[in-house]
Nanobody
Framework: QVQLVESGGGLVQPGGSLRLSCEAS????????MGWYRQAAEKERELVAA???????NYASSVKGRFAISRDYAKNTLFLQMNSLKPEDTAVYYCQTVLNDVDYWGQGTQVTVSS
């Protein structure tokens, strides 16, 4: 199994930046795909970005060109760099992965974009 702990959320003005981190309790070299999801109030959870070990990243169309997902294998950490933030990016952001066909999720970190 694996535990995922997110950090880095907060309040930011429109146009600002944040970097989210997701630290895993085990080596992420064994995790084929890791992703970031978000859930806004009264909306369904949606995929924001995913990083596959041998195929690299892919993004939701709403964040392409503004967000960047990456892994630091030495630190067992997944990152989400978020630039040019918009009010509609406000949500709880979750880190996710699959290990041995089991879904694992972090506890989430709140991102609020507001002036």
């Amino acid at each position: 199994q694996v535990q995922l702990v997110e950090s880095g959320g907060g309040l930011v003005q429109p146009g600002g930046s944040l970097r989210l981190s997701c630290e895993a309790s085990r080596s992420i070299s064994s995790l084929n795909t890791m992703g970031w999801y978000r859930q806004a109030a009264e909306k369904e959870r949606e995929l924001v970005a995913a990083h596959t070990r041998y195929r690299g990243p892919n993004y939701a169309s709403s964040v392409k060109g503004r967000f960047a997902i990456s892994r630091d294998y030495a630190k067992n950490t997944l990152f989400l760099q978020m630039n040019s933030l918009k009010p509609e990016d406000t949500a709880v952001y979750y880190c996710q992965t699959v290990l041995n066909d089991v879904d694992y999720w972090g506890q989430g970190t709140q991102v609020t974009v507001s002036s």
